[in-house]
């Protein structure tokens, strides 16, 4: 655990700071504990899951951050109650048997994040985030929820001016609560406006004082002349490199490394479980270097296109609900003299699209339908799960969502905690810890609770984030619109290096195999796709419909030749 804002914690708890400064997080959480039991809770910040043992009240106790950057699973019985930080730590349990559950293999398959307990294990469940769960000895346990992201009207009257400075600083501090470390201190450095702000900020923290090592993902030029892939970052990565010196640039191509296939097969091996999200797995090299280098704490950007830097998604929406149509109309009426075309086009799709979206959908694909049919689950478990159904009821929101409805729910998308988890425990096996500063709880209620005006201004999402950014970042980051693309684009390349590899374990699966998860075809039209050079565009394969099939065609062969025991049919 990682506790932030450990002096506000000590004075709360009446420590002096001179003392208080030498104890470990798990002390502070203690003597947190102490004092105020379960609503110790309200009191810590960070990222954090533990489990403390109140002989007094013959009571076990667990809790897990706000946001899930530490994960924590537990197996209920009714003659006991078993806890820990990784699923495979239960293999130490005398008589338990791993049993996977078949619809977390066609979910993972199909892309869809769980939104409940449930992991890929029977038995075994996730405390979710900002929850615990307490068992007195001879009851049953029970969780509740300590936190959920809400209002502060006390931010609701800043000024706009008052909103950027606050911001500043609560980005400033959010970066310098993660800065403690022994060793060596990285960053994801993609070139956009979240990682490179967090880049910035910690060269202007530490000076000249200490190097920060800076991992930017690319691609080799043999790599993009071979494959589909979207074009690197490091224009931007260089641009921010050149304004600070104290940070040294380290660019991770596919050249010289090996293929896809270990990359899957060792990020099985950590997560004891079928792959559902590709960023992790297929950030191996990076963490090769960064563990090479010494680097104990990596910085992620992770959580600002879903919190403080969103685009103001839903704006429009919101403008439209409360009848402020002249001010829909000057923005738009911007917009148009800015991008071109007709703003009058433009004003009666958005009121088209509000009143009567049925008229837009009777001549537009549902981009859910193209996405489904990327995926390859087997025809058969297809139907049986209704996994068609499935799919397009977890990609579903609230209609005409405001601009906080959508940041509510990117934040408490399933996605959030579950590629957390699985960067943890991956970069854990490197010995790196990594750190989200744009997921600081203080920062996500003060933000969530600014006007929407501020967030979204004269045509321009992530106004207020590009503000604050004043004076930090090169202007050429600053004010650039065009990020997109894949974060790891070397990533179609690696999987053609391994081909043959994966060819094979295809067609070995579909001899082998008397059940069968996959569509064995697809997967090779798959790979057939990579090859395509160009661009990524929607009706494309993408990684992630590749990758997690593959991992299940690993396991149904690692529990044919006795290397497992899952309960993974084969």
């Not at 009426?333 to 703003?343: D, F, L, N, V």
């Not at 958005?350 to 694909?365: C, G, M, S, T």
């Not at 929607?538 to 991992?551: E, H, N, T, V, W």
């Amino acid at each position: 655990s990682r506790i932030d804002y450990r002096r506000e914690l000590a004075g709360k708890l009446d420590i002096k700071w001179n003392v208080a400064e030498t104890f470990s997080d798990s002390k502070l959480i203690l003597f947190a504990y102490l004092k105020w039991q379960e609503a110790c809770l309200s009191h810590l910040y960070g990222d954090f899951s533990f489990v403390i043992w109140d002989p007094l009240k013959d009571e076990i106790f667990c809790a897990r951050d706000q946001l899930g950057c530490r994960p924590l699973y537990y197996i209920d019985k009714p003659e006991f109650l078993a806890v820990a930080s990784e699923i495979s730590a239960f293999r130490s349990l005398p008589g338990f048997r791993f049993e996977i559950r078949e619809q977390y293999i066609l979910d993972s398959i199909c892309s869809i994040q769980r939104t409940d307990r449930q992991t890929a294990y029977k038995g075994i469940s996730r405390l979710k985030p900002a929850h615990h769960l307490k068992q007195s000895s001879g009851q049953s346990s029970s969780q509740h929820r300590y936190w959920d992201l809400k209002t502060n009207e006390a931010f609701g009257g800043l000024t706009f001016e008052e909103a950027v400075d606050e911001l500043r600083d609560r980005i400033i501090e959010a970066v310098r609560q993660r800065s403690r470390t022994t060793g060596q201190i990285g960053v994801e450095l993609s070139g956009g406006l979240d990682s490179s702000g967090i880049a910035a900020i910690l060269a202007r923290l530490y000076g000249q004082k200490a190097t920060i090592h800076a991992f930017t993902h690319s691609i080799s030029s043999e790599g993009a002349a071979q494959t589909k892939y979207q074009e690197s970052e490091m224009e931007y990565s260089t641009a921010l490199v050149e304004q600070y010196s104290s940070i040294r640039h380290l660019e991770i191509t596919e050249e010289n490394s090996e293929g896809g296939y270990k990359a899957l097969k060792e990020a099985i091996y950590s997560l004891y479980k079928p792959v559902n999200l590709h960023y992790a797995l297929n950030s191996d090299l990076l963490f090769e270097a960064a563990g090479g280098l010494g680097t104990s704490l990596m910085f992620s950007g992770f959580g600002g296109d879903e919190g403080i830097s969103n685009n103001g998604d839903g704006y429009f929406n919101e403008l439209i609900r409360h009848g402020q149509h002249s001010k829909l109309r000057d923005t738009i009426k911007h917009i148009a003299s800015i991008r071109g075309g007709p703003a009058y086009r433009r004003l009666i799709k958005l009121y088209i699209n509000y009143y009567a979206p049925w008229v837009f959908n009777l001549h537009r694909k549902d981009w859910r339908k193209v996405r489904y049919r990327s995926f390859a689950p087997s025809e058969f478990l297809a139907r049986k799960y209704r996994m068609k159904r499935r799919f397009f009821q977890s990609t579903s929101i609230q209609k005409k969502p405001d601009v906080r409805a959508m940041q509510y729910f990117r934040l408490m998308y399933p996605n959030i905690p579950e590629r957390i988890e699985e960067t943890f425990l991956l970069g854990q096996q490197h010995g790196i810890e990594y750190s989200y500063p744009f997921l600081d709880v203080k920062l996500l209620e003060f933000f969530y609770s600014l006007p929407s005006e501020y967030k979204y201004k004269d045509g321009t999402g992530r106004y207020l984030f590009r503000m604050a950014m004043k004076g930090i970042l090169p202007e050429k980051i600053r004010t650039r619109t065009d990020k997109g693309g894949n974060t790891i684009p070397n990533v179609f390349a690696r999987v053609l290096k391994d081909e043959k590899i994966f060819r094979e374990l295809i067609e070995e699966g579909r001899s082998k195999n008397q059940y069968h998860y996959v569509d064995y075809d697809k997967l090779h039209e798959m790979l057939d796709s990579f090859k395509q050079t160009g661009d990524l565009e929607r009706k494309d394969y993408g990684l992630k419909s590749f990758q997690s099939p593959m991992s299940i065609l690993i396991l149904q062969k690692w529990q044919r030749e006795g290397r497992i025991d899952i309960g993974i049919k084969f």
